[in-house]
């Protein structure tokens, strides 16, 4: 972990001086310096203190960089297609999935399917049949509905326009060919 230099970048950025950094926390010039530079590895409380003084929340200083925020610019996003289906992928990160899906009318996600994880869909145009198991509803611009899914599900335009759709998917695993 780099927390020194994570905590000497806030401290920069908010034009703290290690002087003010040094009476704010009662920790001595020479022991923020090692900290910064990371030549010791301060204890929870030590950092807890260190956090509060810089205003930010303590995990955030323990977050490793792949875990910071993730921005996808909008010219950016990934887009692919699925039983004449337009998916425009807006995140990836961990176990969550976001993207916005197409569908022309009558078009479906194919036939009902599983996988692990959970998802909820925000019917942005349009209106739509989805089914889980025994559950059935017909949602439209507005509506939100959501799901485990690992109970076998199916989504189709019933509408005579396009519909567009806002998926979001969590799961623990590696998901390749949710829809």
């Not at 289906?85 to 995140?91: A, G, M, N």
Request: glycine content about 8%.
């Amino acid at each position: 972990m780099d927390i020194g230099t994570k905590i000497r970048v806030i401290r920069k950025r908010k034009k703290i001086t290690i002087a003010q950094m040094c009476e704010g926390t009662d920790l001595s010039k020479g022991f923020i310096s090692n900290i910064e530079n990371n030549n010791t590895s301060p204890s929870i409380s030590t950092l807890n203190t260190i956090a509060s003084f810089l205003g930010v929340p303590l995990p955030y200083l323990l977050l490793e960089k792949k875990q910071h925020m993730h921005v996808v610019r909008q010219d950016s996003r990934s887009k692919s297609t699925f039983n004449n289906l337009k998916i425009e992928h807006l995140t990836s990160k961990g176990g969550l999935r976001m993207m916005i899906v197409e569908f022309p009318p009558g078009a479906t996600i194919g036939e009902p399917h599983a996988h692990e994880g959970e998802e909820c869909h925000l019917v942005l145009e349009g209106i739509i049949l989805a089914e889980q198991g025994e559950d059935c509803a017909i949602v439209e611009k507005g509506d939100s509905f959501s799901w485990n899914a690992s109970v076998p599900h199916f989504v189709k335009n019933i509408g005579d326009e396009k519909a567009v759709v806002l998926i979001s998917i969590h799961s623990d695993t590696e998901l390749t060919d949710v829809l």
